[in-house]
C-alpha cells in the first residue's frame, strides 16, 4: 500500500513528522508520499513560498526512510486539488492500494473539497483519529465507506473509509510562525535543520504573519 498525506507544511513541525512515522508503521506502507501543496484552495496564500515549504520538508525527512516528498503539486502550480492529485498517483500506482491521510478537521470539512466524493474512486480516506475524540455524524454517503477492520484496506484499491487513533501532538504550524515573529524559542517544536533554514531565510517575520491565517 501506499500513503498520501497532504499539506501546506507552513512550516513542517513533529506534530506532522510523527504522524507521518507512526501511520507508515501502523499500515505497513511501502512509503508514504508527503504531498505539500502549492496554493491550498481552503487557506490563505501560505508565509513561505512553495519552493520554501518544499526545501524545509526536504530537509526535515531527508535520513527517515520510507517517507518521500512528492512535488507534483507544486510543479503543477495553480490551486492545489487532491482529487487531480490522486487521479494521477493512481495511474501510477494501478495496482498498489491507495491511503489518503488527513486529520480530523480536515476531515469535518471534506464536503467542501473540489468534487470530494470522487476521491474515493482512486483512494481510501484514512482519517487520522485522537484517542479522546468523539465519532461526528456520518452521512449515508460515508456510512457505507466506512470499514473497521484496517486489513480491508488491502482487500480493494480504493473507496473504503477507516478511522486510526495517531498519537496527537499539541503543535501547530501558526503557532510556530507565531513564535518566530515574536522572536521566540521554537526549539523542540520542529527539525533543527527546518529552524535553521527559517532563520536564514528571515522567515515568518513579517507582521501579517501574527495573524494565525498567514
Keep these: 500500500m501506499i500513503g498520501i498525506y497532504g499539506g501546506t507544511f507552513d512550516p513542517v513541525h513533529f506534530g506532522h513528522l510523527r504522524t507521518a512515522v507512526e501511520v507508515r508503521e501502523i499500515f505497513d506502507l511501502k512509503k508514504l508520499l508527503l504531498l505539500p501543496s502549492h496554493q491550498p484552495p481552503h487557506r490563505e496564500t501560505p508565509g513561505a513560498s512553495s519552493n520554501m515549504r518544499l526545501e524545509m520538508l ?94 480491508q484496506l488491502k482487500r480493494s484499491l480504493h473507496g473504503k473509509l477507516y478511522f486510526q487513533k495517531v498519537t496527537q501532538m499539541e503543535i501547530s504550524a501558526s503557532q510556530i510562525r507565531e513564535i518566530f515573529f515574536k522572536q521566540k524559542n521554537p526549539a523542540y517544536l520542529l527539525p533543527n535543520e527546518v529552524i535553521s533554514y527559517i532563520y536564514q531565510h528571515k522567515l515568518y517575520q513579517d507582521i501579517e504573519c501574527k495573524q494565525t491565517s498567514c
Aim: hydrophobic share 40%; charged share 25%.
Design 58 to 151: 526536504q530537509l526535515a525527512v531527508s535520513n527517515q526512510s520510507g517517507l518521500e516528498v512528492d512535488t507534483r503539486e507544486i510543479d503543477r502550480k495553480g490551486t492545489s486539488y487532491m482529487v487531480d492529485t490522486l487521479q494521477l498517483i493512481h495511474a501510477e500506482y494501478q495496482q498498489q492500494p491507495l491511503l489518503l491521510f488527513m486529520g480530523l478537521d480536515a476531515f469535518a470539512g471534506l464536503s467542501s473539497w473540489h468534487r470530494w466524493q470522487a476521491l474515493f474512486d482512486y483512494a481510501h480516506i484514512v482519517v487520522m483519529d485522537r484517542p479522546e475524540s468523539k465519532k461526528s455524524v456520518l452521512s449515508d454517503f460515508l456510512k457505507e465507506k466506512q470499514v473497521n477492520d484496517r486489513q
